[in-house]
């Protein structure tokens, strides 16, 4: 090669421009390891997101449930450890039963129940803020869709309305001026309205209290006032509605009221010893009224039936129940088959030790009961037929009106295992991980000198 060629291919690669490896290459790298995060980041997200659909109780995407699909349980189990509370998604629909005792996942100090979806096993809990059992002081609406449930926050008496459905919670406020204290005590067949009593000091020093029956319309807070009176025993618990909401009938110490629900009362009458208003579905489609009675004797519980000014009149042909401290009736079906609570009692209770006669109202105390179940009684059975059983210490229950005229029982498969806001927890805890990890890989790949690759 002569001297010339040599300085002419010299020159010619002098004009190229140089170029920049190392740069472009560290770019490419950071690139990648942006869309790997990023990818990272979405599948965890996508991850987060499972557990609310698959593992939050029962199944995806619950759809309220319609009439035909309402049915009892035919056993219990107790909430999943971090169980989804009434508010959260997935929402979970009209529910079957509201459930409460001093099991595990119901001891909390606030008052914890649990609730279960009208057409599978998808549980749910709520946070009352005091002990208060289901069927007697929290209560299904009788479609199922809501939960009325004393406020016992200490800020404003009244009651807390939860809608199932919605996810929803709407405060009504008490409708007696001074209330200290107010309990849900019934609702009207069509859900328009509900039955509250109202706990008001009598004086200055608290040292008695007036006690306040009202009826108050859920749509307009306006309340008819049903009865106001000092005793306290069994004050109207429970009350019962005829099927049209024209009347109803509640308990104040031994005697049973019947009222319209304009608050006129029709009549009133001393209830026999050993014996008590039957409980929500206490009035027949005859309107006379049923009533628990025990008979001394054999410690055995029975259905009897009265009329409105208490006479009384033949019994339904109905199996009686023993081996329980009471019962406590849901309602009636087409056929005449009644539903009810039955209460099996604690063993170890010192009020059963004294062999004592127990009040009505002490029957269904939490220490007085081991575990509840509910009954069919069929007309001319020789004996009840179990639909429901609870584990122990489940001790008390409340069934939507919908689910005992429908008159259904399912095979249940209560939930296991955790609970969906345990794995929302984890959830979390993963996707931060996730980002935090994808945040050190990027600034891992970030070069430490920017300088152009030298030329050859």
Do not use: C
């Not at 990023?38 to 557990?51: E, F, G, I, Q």
């Not at 005091?130 to 009651?159: M, W």
């Not at 008979?295 to 208490?310: C, I, N, Q, S």
């Amino acid at each position: 090669m002569s001297v010339r060629l040599r300085e002419a291919l010299r020159e010619a690669a002098a004009e190229v421009p140089a170029y920049p490896v190392h740069d472009r290459a560290v770019r490419t790298a950071r690139r990648t390891r942006l869309r790997t995060a990023a990818v990272v980041a979405v599948a965890l997200a996508l991850t987060a997101a499972v557990p609310l659909a698959v593992r939050g109780g029962g199944r995806a995407a619950p759809a309220p449930a319609g009439p035909g699909a309402a049915a009892l349980p035919d056993r219990l189990g107790l909430p999943p450890v971090g169980a989804l509370r009434a508010t959260d998604r997935p929402r979970l629909g009209p529910a079957s039963v509201v459930f409460s005792g001093q099991a595990r996942g119901l001891t909390d100090e606030d008052g914890t129940v649990g609730i279960v979806a009208a057409d599978a096993d998808r549980y749910r809990n709520w946070t009352v803020g005091a002990e208060v059992p289901a069927g007697e002081g929290v209560l299904l609406s009788p479609d199922g869709r809501r939960l009325a449930a004393p406020d016992r926050s200490g800020f404003r008496p009244g009651i807390n309305l939860i809608d199932l459905v919605t996810g929803t919670t709407r405060h009504l406020p008490s409708p007696r001026a001074g209330s200290s204290m107010t309990d849900p005590a019934g609702w009207a067949p069509d859900g328009s309205a509900l039955v509250v009593r109202d706990t008001t000091p009598a004086n200055p020093e608290a040292g008695a209290h007036l006690n306040t029956l009202s009826l108050l319309r859920i749509d307009t807070g306006r309340a008819v006032r049903l009865l106001e009176t000092t005793q306290v025993p069994v004050f109207g618990t429970p009350v019962a509605f005829t099927a049209d909401g024209s009347r109803l009938a509640y308990q104040v110490g031994d005697k049973v009221l019947v009222s319209s629900a304009d608050g006129r009362q029709i009549s009133s009458f001393a209830l026999p010893a050993e014996s008590a208003l039957a409980g929500k579905g206490a009035w027949l489609p005859d309107g006379s009224l049923a009533l628990v009675e025990r008979d001394p004797a054999t410690d055995r519980w029975r259905l009897g039936r009265v009329d409105v000014e208490g006479r009384a009149l033949p019994a339904p042909a109905l199996p009686t129940v023993s081996g329980v401290t009471a019962i406590r009736l849901l309602g009636w079906q087409a056929d005449g088959s009644a539903w009810v609570v039955a209460y099996r009692p604690e063993p170890n209770a010192p009020a059963l030790s004294t062999g004592g006669p127990l009040d009505m109202g002490e029957r269904t105390w939490y220490q007085i009961v081991r575990s509840i179940r509910v009954l069919g009684l069929t007309p001319g059975a020789a004996a009840p037929t179990t639909l429901l059983t609870a584990p122990d210490q489940v001790l008390a229950i409340d069934v939507a009106d919908a689910v005992v005229h429908a008159g259904r029982v399912r095979e249940a498969h209560p939930p296991s295992g955790l609970g969906g806001r345990v794995w929302w927890g984890v959830s979390l805890v993963v996707l931060l991980l996730g980002v935090v990890f994808g945040y050190r890989r990027v600034r891992r790949g970030r070069p430490v000198s920017r300088g152009r690759a030298r030329r050859g």
